[in-house]
Nanobody, 125 residues
C-alpha cells in the first residue's frame, strides 16, 4: 500500500509562488507515474499535472501550462509541483496521486490508484 503525504500548501498573494511536495512511502515509487490534481468544494477533482515514472514525460492542464512545473526525485521518493504566477482561481486543495500502471500518463482521477490527504492552497487577490 503506497502512502503519499503532501506538504507546502499555504496562503499566498496573487502573482506569488508556492512549491508543493509529495513524499511517498511503501511501494516502488520509481515505477509509478505521478500526478497532481486539485479540487474546490462543489466541483469535481481536476487534473493539474503529471509526470512519467522516469521523469521523461510530463503533461499539464491548459490552465497551468507555463506557470506550473512538475518534477520528481526517484532517489528521495518525492514529486514536486512548482507553482508560479499564482491566480485566485488556483485556490483549491491539491492532491498528489500515484498511478501504478506505467502505460500512459493519466489525466483522469480514475487513472490513479493511490492518493494523498491533500494540502490547501489559497491565493488572495
Amino acid at each position: 500500500q503506497v502512502q503519499l503525504v503532501e506538504s507546502g500548501g499555504g496562503l499566498v498573494q496573487a502573482g506569488g509562488s508556492l512549491r508543493l511536495s509529495c513524499a511517498a512511502s511503501r511501494g516502488t515509487f520509481r515505477s509509478y507515474n505521478m500526478g497532481w490534481f486539485r479540487q474546490v468544494p462543489g466541483k469535481e477533482r481536476e487534473f493539474v499535472a503529471a509526470i512519467s515514472w522516469s521523469g521523461g514525460s510530463t503533461s499539464y492542464a491548459d490552465s497551468v501550462k507555463g506557470r506550473f512545473t512538475i518534477s520528481r526525485d526517484n532517489a528521495k521518493n518525492t514529486v514536486a509541483l512548482e507553482m508560479n504566477s499564482l491566480k485566485p482561481e488556483d485556490t483549491a486543495v491539491y492532491y498528489c496521486a500515484a498511478k501504478t500502471r506505467i502505460i500512459g500518463i493519466g489525466v483522469r482521477p480514475t487513472d490513479y490508484d493511490y492518493w494523498g490527504q491533500g494540502t490547501q492552497v489559497t491565493v488572495s487577490s
